[in-house]
Structure formats: structure tokens, C-alpha cells
């Protein structure tokens, strides 16, 4: 279930006309970040080309004569020295792919046969350390990096037969192929709601019997790790994040035994992202939206913090990214709930100093603000066209209202303070 937001508002630059309720009023204010979405907010000339030097022996547009000189010892010696370190290069270049070559794919044929039972629960790294430390396949690591990056079969806990020096697409067929026995275990069924930070799927871990860990063991599991690969955060997140890994862990159904830990559970939950973003090719989002996959992980936290409806979704995505395009600030009242981590929002919490205000930021706040569902990322991928630059909350049920001009928002905003659904 999604969790709505009581005010959906959004605000217009001060060169518009004047802001609505709910939004940040005033001068405008220079933007402290910026997105790869968002145009240059000081409305600055290009930098003129600095002009080439001036020819030797003449001015430029004269006509001037070379002289050639005959190569000496030092001429030759650096040519040599250039011929040599290209070389070098070529080598280390063909020795990497060898070795990477060697690690996905070991020389020579698979040998004798491994029978390995896989418990439920297991993850794309605990497997792959499975199969690396009985000698089915060569690197764990190379293993896990293929499979999180190109995709992987969903597999079945139970018993396999594998054979040793596999290559890591011998093994996926394996996998792919099922157990000859499945494994009997007690298992736990853990749902994950989509829209829940990090802090909330700890409380709800805390509230679960029978696990072998709890939602501080959670919290410290997803510190530990590097997490999604196919939309990786920044390596330096700015001051201010609330959670470096929110959004990177999916929101679904789980099944853990008793010995689970909560670095099996994060890992699964990171490798079933990994696998959706696959699946809706979050790789192509700098040709299809222009931001980087993270950025576009980030927005579908956005749209599944606003949106309630399956069919708002795309929409929601296009106006975010109207918005951006226009160098406005989204003013979202959904970042600021999660910047001060309250739903009752009042007029000093809107104007909270936090990078994930976006009522006095322009661009992206610099995290997700929670766990998107599928649809969500999917919108974030396809925003509907439409050249709308507000949306709010028009009836009870979760419908939203979407606007071109600031005319026509304050109309659907009067419907929705007719009803109490806006303050």
C-alpha cells in the first residue's frame, strides 16, 4: 500500500506569477546543486574559445615557411620511447582481457561432478562463494558481477549437480534448470511494502518473530556493503544524507529460514533491484531521460511518494521532469515529510535547511527518499508526455489533477481545500 501524502503541492519560480499554497514563496534562490536534467540557473554566455597561439616565424593569417630539421638521437630515442610504452599498453590491455577471459571462463572442460544444496534464502553472493570454494567455478567475484550486471535465473532452493571448472554461464544453466531434490525447510514470509525508508523496513523487521536478526542488525547489514550495481550511488554523497542506502533495497516478498542473517536478507533484497533494473533497462537512462541511473532511481521514489494511482504514475514522472527541464525547483512536499520525518507539515518544517528540500533547492534531492515499486521505476523510465507543470490532490481516493499554468492550478488547488485534503 502506498503511503499518501495529505498536501501534494508543487511551486512555480519567482519570475512566474505569484506561488501557490504550499510553496516556497519569494526571491529566487540560486540553486546549490544541480541536476544533469536541469539547465544552467544563472542564465550565463558560454565561455568564449580561447584564440590559438600565434604561428612560429609569422603573424596569424600570414603564410610562414617550416624548416625541416633532420632527426637527431634525442628525436629518435623518444620515438622509440613512444613505440615501446605503446606496446606496453597493447599487452596490458590483452593480458587483462585474458584474465578476465580466464575468471568467467577457465581453461579447459568441466570435470567431475559437485552435488551442492542450496538453502533458501541464498543470495547471488552467497552462492557464487558457494560455488567458488567448492571449485565449480573460478572467481566468486567475476561470478557475482556478471550476474547482478547481465541478469541471472530466478532459482529454487534444493539440491544441484554442478561440475568443476564450469564456466559462470555453464552454472547459470544449472541454476536455470532447477533442483533434482528441493530442499525442506521452515521458511519466514517477509513483506516489504513499496514506499518504506530504510528506518521503516527496520521497525517492520523488529515487529517479525522468528528471526535471527533485528532492525538495528538490518541497518548496520546495508552500512557493510556496497550495494546496487546496476544504479550505484556516488561514491561522495553530499552533507545532509539521511541514508546513503535508501532506495536501493526492493520492495517485495521474502522467504528466510531461522538461520538467516540480515546481510543474506539485504543482499537479496539489493539483487532483486538489480534484477528489475535489468529487466526495464535503467542502464539507458542517460539516452532516455538524461539523468544517470541513480538519478532516475531517485525520481521513482519521487513518484511513488506522490502518486497513488497506478495511472498518475507516468504523469507524476513527466512533471518532475518539466520541471527540471525549466530550471524550477520541484517543490515537493514528499521530500521535505522525509527530511524532517513527519506527515504534518508546518510553515518553519517547509522551510527546513536540508538538501531535500526541494521547495528551496532546485534539482534532485541527493538521495531516493524510499524504496520504489516496479511501476514506479517504470514511470521514471516513461514519463507521459504532456507539457504539465503542477499536479495536486482533487479527491479522495488519490486522484491527482495535472495543470499547465498557474491559472489553472489554483482551480484544481480550491477543489482540493474545499474538501480538506489540502491545508
Known amino acids: 500500500m502506498r503511503n499518501a501524502l495529505r498536501v501534494v503541492g508543487l511551486e512555480a519560480p519567482s519570475d512566474s506569477p505569484p506561488a501557490e499554497p504550499g510553496l516556497a514563496a519569494g526571491p529566487a534562490i540560486e540553486p546549490e546543486r544541480k541536476t544533469l536534467a536541469a539547465p544552467r540557473a544563472d ?3 558560454p565561455q568564449t574559445a580561447v584564440p590559438p597561439p600565434e604561428p612560429p616565424g609569422g603573424r596569424r593569417g600570414v603564410d610562414y615557411e617550416v624548416v625541416s630539421k633532420r632527426r637527431g638521437p634525442g628525436t629518435f630515442g623518444a620515438l622509440l620511447f613512444l613505440a615501446l610504452l605503446g606496446l606496453v599498453a597493447w599487452t596490458a590491455g590483452s593480458r587483462g582481457y585474458r584474465w578476465v577471459q580466464h575468471q568467467l571462463d577457465p581453461p579447459g572442460e568441466p570435470i567431475h561432478e ?11 553472493s552467497s552462492i557464487s562463494d558457494l560455488l567458488a570454494g567448492q571449485g565449480v567455478i573460478e572467481s566468486s567475484r567475476a561470478y557475482e558481477w556478471y550476474v547482478r550486471l547481465k541478469g541471472g535465473p530466478a532459482f529454487q532452493a534444493g539440491e544441484y549437480t554442478f561440475r568443476a571448472n564450469s564456466s559462470v554461464w555453464e ?5 536455470e534448470a532447477g533442483p533434482s531434490r528441493v530442499a525442506q525447510a521452515f ?12 528506518a521503516q523496513m527496520a521497525e517492520l523487521l523488529d515487529e517479525t518473530p522468528d528471526l535471527a536478526f533485528g532492525g538495528q542488525e538490518f541497518i548496520e547489514a546495508t552500512r557493510s556493503r556496497r550495494l546496487s550495481l546496476v544504479a550505484p550511488a556516488p561514491l561522495n554523497l553530499p552533507d545532509g544524507v539521511i541514508d546513503p542506502a ?4 526492493f520492495a517485495d516478498t521474502y522467504f528466510v529460514d531461522g538461520d538467516t542473517s540480515a546481510e543474506q536478507l539485504v543482499a537479496l533484497m539489493v539483487d532483486r533491484l538489480d534484477a528489475v533494473l535489468n529487466e526495464l533497462e535503467f542502464s539507458d537512462a542517460p ?4 539523468l544517470t541511473p541513480y538519478e532516475a532511481l531517485i525520481v521513482a521514489s519521487m513518484i511513488e511518494r506522490e502518486a497513488q494511482r497506478p495511472e498518475d504514475l507516468a504523469p507524476v514522472a513527466r512533471v518532475i521532469y ?6 524550477w525547483s520541484l517543490g515537493l512536499d514528499a521530500t521535505v515529510v522525509y527530511a524532517v520525518g513527519s506527515s504534518e507539515l508546518t510553515v518553519e518544517l517547509l522551510a527546513v535547511n536540508s538538501p531535500y528540500n526541494t521547495r528551496l533547492f532546485v534539482g534532485l534531492p541527493p538521495t531516493p527518499i524510499a524504496a520504489p515499486g516496479r511501476a514506479s521505476l517504470e514511470a521514471a523510465l516513461n514519463p507521459e508526455p504532456g507539457p504539465w507543470m503542477f499536479f495536486v490532490l482533487t ?10 499554468t498557474i491559472e489553472d492550478f489554483q482551480r484544481d488547488k480550491a477543489v482540493c481545500v474545499e474538501l480538506g485534503l489540502c491545508g
Not at 535508501?246 to 533495497?249: A, F
Not at 539516452?287 to 538524461?290: E, I, P, Y
Not at 479522495?396 to 499547465?404: A, K, N, P, V, W
Open 187 to 198: 521458511q519466514r514470509r517477509i513483506t516489504i511494502p513499496e514506499g518504506l525508508t530504510v
Open 171 to 175: 552454472t547459470m544453466e544449472v541454476l
Open 43 to 45: 542564465g550565463g554566455e
Open 322 to 327: 518539466n520541471r527540471l527541464q525549466q530550471g
Open 395 to 404: 479527491d479522495s481516493d488519490g486522484t491527482l489533477s495535472f495543470s499547465e
Open 114 to 124: 559437485i552435488v551442492l544444496t542450496l538453502p533458501p534464502g541464498s543470495s547471488t
Open 246 to 249: 535508501e532506495g536501493q533495497l
Open 287 to 290: 539516452q532516455r531521460v538524461g
